[in-house]
């Protein structure tokens, strides 16, 4: 199985901050990675997908980067509705894992 | 725009048999793509259970392998999952979500479904 190591696991940040959020898997991904947004008592909300590519209706100040094993999620100026729980996903193959999850407070 | 809802008991006895129930409107499960199931025990990260395609092909995660069963019925628009033998480490919020497959990436989910595993 393909382990998914998120860091940090949380972090403190005002609006307007710029955030990053590392995901690094135990082989290579060729990209096949998604980043997910969840909210207390929500489902998770799929942000981007193969790597850098922005779902519909998400905001620009969202963006992904990466390759290999090495992924990264960008919050370029946080907004109040922006603090929640961020989760990584590896789609190279199964069995599908998750990160354990990137929790982002309000500083 | 696709829906998704899982239906099912709350709550279940240690030992005993759970069923739930995705229910997906605004899009045929029959048009292909994979569907699955993923949980999350209270307060902790996303665990994928298992996929099928409307043909009836299944994908199991290992550790839940010989517990679950998923099923689709395409005449009800629906798919289902079995886990047998439960114990509290079962205790989890259930999502169903269309798109779960290794080269792809679950872009709609149910609200989820907390089934609680208690005597």
Redesign the interface.
């Known amino acids: 199985d393909i382990q998914m190591t998120q860091s940090p696991s949380s972090v403190s940040a005002s609006v307007g901050d710029r955030v990053t959020i590392t995901c690094r898997a135990s082989q290579d991904l060729s990209r096949?990675l998604?980043w997910y947004q969840q909210k207390p008592g929500?489902?998770?909300?799929?942000l981007i997908?193969?790597a850098s590519s922005l779902?519909s209706g998400v905001p620009s100040r969202f963006s992904g980067s990466g390759s290999g094993t090495d992924y990264t999620l960008t919050i370029s100026s946080l907004q109040p509705e922006d603090f929640a729980t961020y989760?990584c996903?590896q789609?190279?193959?199964?069995?599908?894992?998750?990160?354990?999850?990137t929790r982002l407070d309000i500083k | 725009q696709v829906q998704l809802q899982e239906s099912g008991p709350g709550l279940v006895k240690p030992s005993e048999t759970v069923s739930l129930t995705c229910t997906v409107a605004g899009y045929s499960i029959s048009s292909g793509l994979y569907w699955g199931w993923i949980r999350q025990p209270p307060g902790k990260?996303?665990?994928?259970i298992g996929s099928i395609h409307y043909s009836g092909t299944t994908?199991y995660?290992?550790p839940l392998k010989s517990r679950v069963t998923i099923s689709v019925d395409t005449s009800k628009n629906q798919f289902s999952l079995i886990l047998s033998s439960v114990t509290a480490a079962d205790t989890a919020v259930y999502?169903c979500?269309r798109r779960?497959?290794?080269?792809?990436?679950?872009?709609s989910?149910?609200?989820?479904t907390l089934v609680t595993v208690s005597s």
């Not at chain 1, 929500?42 to 799929?46: E, G, H, L, V």
């Not at chain 1, 789609?91 to 999850?101: C, D, E």
Request: aromatic share 28%.
């Open positions: 096949w998604a929500k489902a998770p909300k799929r997908y193969a779902q989760y996903q789609a190279n193959s199964f069995p599908i894992t998750f990160g354990q999850g | 990260g996303l665990e994928w994908y995660n290992t999502y979500a779960v497959f290794w080269n792809d990436y679950p872009d989910w149910g609200q989820g």
